[in-house]
């Protein structure tokens, strides 16, 4: 089965009331797209980070009232999971489509990232493009654009990194619903190959 990308119904599947709803949606429309779409990028993302990567599907297992607002794809350098390591993923609210590189609140690496961030900050924002963003909750659909970040952000969120147990990381792009659902599958996977170039970077200084 080859990906062929995202349609309306997929970003629908977030508007299925109730948990049980939502997740045989999420099961019958959007995890096989994920589990497709990870085994196509896992040679590329391990080539990218010069070590295999493996692919890990959401199962939001753990959930028991709250239906998901979002469901991903992760790789990582683990086979058991990826929320202790710096990974990348591709995922959707119903909103947007976001690739992103990401370093959740499980991670003891977020503080080998600051102190790197720290050390090459100015490099760092002049290599990012405009048009990705920043996060520091994975469960909110909002950001802040890369443009809009200013020197005493990046200090506000490399502090937070050092001193806050819960606190996270996430930077990449996001790709509104209505643009989503235009691109094919080649298109997507360009896509996602190029952001994921563009953040390898960020991965490295996270080690």
């Not at 990567?53 to 086979?79: F, L």
């Amino acid at each position: 089965m080859n990906f062929n990308g995202f349609n309306e119904q997929d970003f629908d599947v977030f508007s299925v009331p109730g948990l049980e709803g939502r997740m045989e949606a999420l099961i019958e429309r959007v995890r096989p797209k994920l589990e497709t779409l990870g085994a196509e990028l896992a040679p590329y993302v391990s080539a990218l980070a010069g070590e295999e990567m493996h692919v890990h599907v959401a199962k939001h297992a753990r959930r028991t009232v709250n239906p998901p607002i979002d469901t991903w794809v992760a790789w990582a350098a683990n086979k058991r999971g990826y929320k202790a390591l710096p990974h990348f993923e591709v995922g959707m609210f119903g909103s947007h489509l976001f690739i992103i590189f990401a370093i959740i609140y499980e991670s003891p690496n977020k503080t080998v990232f600051a102190a790197n961030l720290e050390r090459q900050l100015s490099k760092t924002i002049k290599a990012l493009p405009d048009t990705f963003y920043w996060s520091m909750d994975h469960m909110s659909p909002q950001g802040t654009p890369h443009k809009a970040m200013n020197k005493e952000d990046f200090q506000t969120l490399i502090g937070k990194l050092q001193q806050v147990k819960k606190s996270e990381v996430m930077c990449g792009l996001q790709i509104p619903r209505e643009e989503a659902v235009k691109l094919s599958g080649d298109e997507l996977i360009e896509t996602i190959q190029k952001t994921f170039e563009t953040l390898l970077p960020l991965y490295r200084l996270a080690f």
